[in-house]
């Protein structure tokens, strides 16, 4: 579905994880969107560990959810939930940055806190409401 071998594939409790070989197949993969859409999870979460010359960040990501009608989703918190302790666990430290390297990309800093995840970033207000009960 991606165009490239994975070196890890998992689930977490909506998405698939996949982690590639390194960053370049990460920020190269032609994803199969029809494919994607026959799979019965939400979405794709694909990560592989920054390269050698990465300022800033630990990890990369990008985010597919092709049958909700998102082919790629630009910055993807719900993702980064699950990457965090996923990379703090490999890594073997806490408190990560990610990069989602989507065409738009961002920025997310992670850290598990018990069976929390603290996320951070730049983040757009796109809609402000007030949910009134029955």
Same mark, same amino acid.
């Not at 165009?3 to 032609?30: I, M, W």
């Not at 990560?96 to 850290?111: D, E, F, K, N, P």
């Not at 806190?113 to 796109?126: C, K, N, W």
């Given at each position: 579905?991606? %165009? /490239?071998?994975?070196?890890? $594939? %998992? /689930?977490?409790?909506?998405? $698939?994880?996949?982690?590639?070989?390194?960053?370049?197949a990460g920020r190269a993969g032609s994803p199969r969107f029809d494919l994607m859409k026959k799979n019965a999870s939400r979405g794709f979460i694909v990560t592989a560990r920054a390269g050698a010359d990465a300022e800033g960040y630990d990890f990369v990501s990008r985010y597919f959810a092709p049958a909700y009608g998102v082919d790629e989703d630009p910055v993807t918190g719900s993702a980064h939930a699950a990457l965090g302790p996923y990379w703090e666990e490999r890594l073997g430290r806490k408190g990560l940055v990610g990069y989602q390297c989507s065409a738009r990309g961002g920025i997310v800093h992670v850290r598990g806190e018990g069976d929390r995840v603290l996320l951070g970033g730049e983040a757009i207000t796109v809609l402000v409401g007030k949910l009134v009960g029955g």
């Amino acid at each position: 579905m991606l %165009g /490239t071998k994975p070196q890890y $594939v %998992g /689930t977490t409790t909506f998405d $698939v994880l996949v982690e590639l070989q390194n960053e370049e197949a990460g920020r190269a993969g032609s994803p199969r969107f029809d494919l994607m859409k026959k799979n019965a999870s939400r979405g794709f979460i694909v990560t592989a560990r920054a390269g050698a010359d990465a300022e800033g960040y630990d990890f990369v990501s990008r985010y597919f959810a092709p049958a909700y009608g998102v082919d790629e989703d630009p910055v993807t918190g719900s993702a980064h939930a699950a990457l965090g302790p996923y990379w703090e666990e490999r890594l073997g430290r806490k408190g990560l940055v990610g990069y989602q390297c989507s065409a738009r990309g961002g920025i997310v800093h992670v850290r598990g806190e018990g069976d929390r995840v603290l996320l951070g970033g730049e983040a757009i207000t796109v809609l402000v409401g007030k949910l009134v009960g029955g």
